[in-house]
């Protein structure tokens, strides 16, 4: 089609579309296409700042690297990765979900580790936290046999494969429930961290006045043939930046509740003074039990990155 006005434009690549033989990726392609069309329309957008969207897609790649991915950073700063989580479980957005973000941080292979165990594999601060947690299915039933893979931040706020000084696969580790759906294991308590700002995700958050701060958190990923996988991240309640989380990751089906005990014997012997313990119950459906490509492949050498902490702009109202 010979192009003669802007109208035409669109009509031209939905035609084209059409000719692609999968009908989802039809579908998928011409909403897009609308969508994206649209949003220029709205917005009016100039010459200049279609030049700027398009290196900011580009920079979202090149810093893309084997153990940092900056696109889920930024999937997640908008707010999409948690949209897309609660579109697909809880029967369709219609129920609480225990699912969650799976975030950039994963990584595959954490070794196998006893219930009770300790995730803790080289020297790291913080209080010791025994976590016991619980699988379910729909209809309440434990679910027993499931793999399920932790990690976490320190309490430093550096996930292992960020710093160098931790151990290979520190504060990692692959369990698997029992006949009661349960797993057990040692860590110490996480802390809230800031998200890398170095990127295009640090511009875009300094343009809105964000801060770039997460809420601490565990995170699982359950894993059982015939269920479907589910990404959760387990978040602490006396975070401050819960409702302001730079992921927009928190629900509350997934604030978990510390108990801190002081005048009472911990379930290791070699802890003394303060510990805490933290329950939480998991609700896993029937579904493709397939595992998507992890984020991250490998763990980052040279020094340990610096934190920024971008400060958040009061609301226009205060």
Not at 172 to 186: E, K, L, N, Y
Request: glycine share 8%; proline share 8%; hydrophobic share 40%.
């Amino acid at each position: 089609m010979i192009i003669d006005n802007q109208s035409d434009l669109t009509a031209a690549v939905l035609a084209e579309i059409e000719r692609a033989p999968d009908a989802r990726f039809r579908e998928i392609m011409s909403a897009a296409v609308r969508h994206l069309h649209a949003f220029v329309r709205e917005a009016q957008l100039s010459e200049a700042e279609f030049r700027q969207a398009c290196a900011l897609v580009a920079r979202l790649g090149q810093a893309t690297t084997p153990s940092h991915n900056e696109v889920v950073l930024a999937a997640g700063s908008l707010g999409l990765s948690a949209l897309v989580c609660l579109l697909n479980n809880g029967d369709g957005g219609r129920r609480d979900t225990t699912a969650n973000l799976m975030g950039p941080f994963w990584r595959q292979g954490s070794p196998a580790t006893p219930n009770g165990g300790s995730i803790v594999r080289s020297p790291t601060p913080g209080e010791p936290v025994f976590v016991n947690a619980w699988v379910r299915d729909a209809q309440g039933r434990p679910v027993a046999g499931a793999l399920v893979d932790v990690w976490q931040a320190s309490s430093e706020g550096f996930y292992e494969n960020q710093d160098p000084a931790q151990a290979d696969m520190n504060l990692r580790g692959r369990f698997t429930t029992d006949a009661q759906g349960r797993v057990a294991f040692r860590s110490v308590k996480p802390s809230g961290y800031p998200i890398p700002v170095t990127g295009p995700v640090g511009d875009l958050l300094r343009a809105q006045g964000r801060h770039n701060m997460r809420p601490a958190h565990i995170h699982f990923l359950i894993h059982k043939p015939g269920y479907k996988a589910q990404f959760s991240q387990l978040y602490s309640s006396d975070d401050p930046n819960l409702e302001s989380d730079v992921q927009f990751g928190v629900t509350r089906a997934l604030v978990g509740q510390y108990v801190l005990h002081q005048d009472e014997a911990a379930p290791d012997a070699d802890v003394q003074g303060r510990w805490y313990s933290l329950e939480h119950h998991f609700v896993i459906a029937a579904g493709d039990d397939t595992l998507p490509a992890p984020p991250i492949t490998a763990k980052a050498s040279g020094e340990r990155p610096r934190l920024t902490v971008l400060q958040r702009r009061p609301d226009p109202a205060d």
